[in-house]
């Protein structure tokens, strides 16, 4: 596949750092080369001695003298070596992706850094992009500066709906309109909506990814927080072409704080976002990386992968309760789905056309804070009758009484709307 087919000329003209390329030779040379190239500060004069974490199952790991050296340090962009050799390990077993020998994986500080990254790597100014409906405003952020066209997908309850893409997609080719070269997805636990894309679906987005050549960015933070038994199959475990960018991320899983993601996609294209984030924060931090190394060979990809059953568990037990407080609050003001994954409950309300000044303005005095559906829309000045709550933190006594207050403020809301509309 040609992969500059998809990058933007400022991304075709990023060249690499002397200076990082010798940390990344440093990195890999034998032991008893010498390196006087770097900037790299003496270790000797950092304040920190130890570094110990420990864990919830009572097991510990302390960094030793090496290894806090390397964790207070520069390495080399891509990543910490071994944390990049042990994420390889993990795509390869959790997706088994087709054509594994042509990807690569970059370390990412976050999800969020990822989107950005590939996004600014394929969308010039005014470039397509296809998005979902609804989707995270995190990706509306970064391409409207590019004053990129947003192609929404219409979306029923399984996500974007592959029959009306692929006529949107050929009405745009037969009248000689720009063609878009990316669809952002976020297929698992989406956020807002909480729905999972099934298989089949998934499937027919991916062989109309390959008729109409475009890449598909996974933004999938939630992958492993799906409530269903069945493990979702990823984008990228589909990927026979080479077409697809996967995003994962440790926020959700491991801690939002330690700012850690990665992305795995054909190498070219990691390579251009490799060498936007040597002009950028030349890599993520190192002490996340290192933590989050010791942290996956402590547990292995088994621990791992119980430390998610316990977090599905988890959340599954909160989402129970807030679709079970919605019941009991909202019953005939709204509407709702029982979320399939992520942290998010949908609620569309009747009633009332627009939801942003009821939760903007009112909620807001009013003790209760939501987040109005028109944000997760390509254009927010529009009306959307929906509300976005999480029942990820907050305590199940606060869910209780924040879907009081919102039943009070929906009921607010109508009558007032009834007595204006009385009154014109
Ligand atoms: C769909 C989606 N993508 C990306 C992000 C950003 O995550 P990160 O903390 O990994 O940057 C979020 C966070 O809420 C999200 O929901």
Redesign the pocket.
Known sequence: MDYSYFMTEVAKRRRPATTRELTKIAYSAPKDTISLAEGMPNEETFPFTEISVKLYDGSSFTLDDSELGAALQYIPTQGYPPLVQALREFQRRAHAPPLWESRDIVVVS????G?SKALEAIIGTGDPILVPELF?P?VEVVVAPHKAELITIPEDDDGPVPEILREILRNRELSGGKMPKVMYI?ATGT?PTGIIIPLERRKEIYRIACEYNFLLLD?D??CFMHFGKEEPKSFLSLDTEGRVIRLD?F?KVIS?GI?L?FMTAAAPLIASVELHLQSSHLHAPTLSQVIMYKLLKNWGYDGLMQHYMRLRCFYKKRRDVISALAHKHLNGLVDFKVPKGGFFLWIKVRGIENTWKMLMQRGVTDGVIMAPGAAFMSDPTKTCNAIRASFAKASYEEMDLALERLAQLIRMELTENYIENIDT
């Not at 976050?110 to 850094?113: H, L, P």
């Open positions: 976050g999800s969020q850094d989107l995270y995190g976020n956020n933004d933070p939630y991320s926020s939002s700012r993601g």
